[in-house]
């Protein structure tokens, strides 16, 4: 995700977004574009607001009225930022940082989102939250790309799989197909 974001050098080969080649440029310029990230670990800024936060997702934009719609439709989507909208990033719990890094990304308005991770750390309650949330998303029309370890929630949220190992594509496909795999069902979901 870091080589298709621009923040790591990929290796080899190329990469492409909406038809060209996207290979060396860096994640500002690719997020005008529509190409947002989500980092594992959230990546809020700790000693900003959420508010500071959500307005810095929207850095690539400049229609004021449409920035504040966008962070009341976040506020919307999460109500618990709103509760804390001035409060520091830094002192929030992690899921409260999850809900903040997911809302940041959708301030720049996405074509595709990557979330790597999203699930990571959290309880289960707010599992469920963050994956209503990338299926509410999905719903509007984002394409998104998740990386994520829950492989049955996440195979049972998308429309295909792509199961990796060691850096290298080993199976993919329909991902309600693979859901029922023996092989994916074995090796990735416990049984």
Do not use: C, H
């Amino acid at each position: 995700m870091k080589a298709i974001t621009g923040t790591l050098p990929p290796l080899g080969g190329d990469i492409e977004f909406l038809g060209k080649s996207i290979k060396g440029r860096g994640a500002w310029d690719l997020v005008s574009e529509g190409l947002v990230m989500v980092p594992e670990g959230r990546g809020v800024f700790t000693r900003m607001t959420i508010t500071e936060n959500l307005q810095i997702g929207a850095f690539i934009r400049n229609d004021k009225d449409g920035i504040a719609q966008d962070i009341e439709r976040v506020f919307a989507t999460f109500p618990r930022l709103k509760e804390r909208a001035t409060q520091l990033a830094g002192t929030m719990s992690g899921g409260e940082q999850q809900m903040l890094a997911m809302g940041r990304a959708l301030m720049a308005r996405p074509k595709v989102l990557l979330l790597d991770e999203p699930s990571m750390g959290l309880s289960p309650i707010m599992v469920d939250k963050i994956f209503e949330v990338v299926q509410e998303v999905y719903k509007q029309g984002v394409t998104i790309m998740l990386v994520e370890q829950n492989a049955s929630r996440a195979l049972q949220l998308a429309d295909r799989g792509y199961v990796m190992e060691s850096g290298l594509i080993t199976m993919n496909g329909d991902a309600k197909a693979m859901l029922s795999n023996p092989k994916v069902r074995a090796a990735y979901l416990g049984e």
